[in-house]
């Protein structure tokens, strides 16, 4: 969080799921830190259709069908560096699309709809 606290288009808070702490843009709410590994990603349903295959393929994520959040399970310097990327991505998906009137209805997180087991 702290590495990505410091780029100008992001700002801290609490996460509206009231679990952990949130990274906002001016649209919309970007990345939820739920613990210290676990941190769910709003990258949009059209940008995770967008990269399906490469975000499948990968350990670190975890997806919800319909959900325009992915959660991404942080055992490594590379899934940090695999976040960061998509938070890159995620602030221009959420540019390119208008913000919803009245507030983010069904643009809830993933926290509680995913199961991260360890990498063995």
């Known amino acids: 969080m702290e590495r990505l ?5 992001l700002s801290s808070g609490p996460a509206s799921c ?22 769910d990603l709003h990258l949009t349903v059209s940008a995770i259709r967008r990269f399906h295959d490469d975000l499948q393929e990968s350990t670190a994520i975890r997806m919800v069908p319909g959900s325009g959040w992915v959660t991404v399970h942080l055992d490594c310097d590379t899934d940090v560096d695999l976040l ?3 938070v890159s991505a995620a602030l221009k998906a959420h540019q390119n699309r208008p913000s919803p009137a009245g507030g983010p209805a069904g643009n809830e997180c993933n926290f509680r709809r995913v199961t991260v087991l360890p990498r063995g």
């Open 18 to 39: 009231g679990a952990g702490r949130a990274l906002r843009s001016v649209h919309s709410e970007i990345v939820h830190f739920h613990s210290d590994r676990d941190v």
């Open 84 to 86: 960061m990327s998509l």
């Open 5 to 9: 606290e410091v780029w100008p288009d």
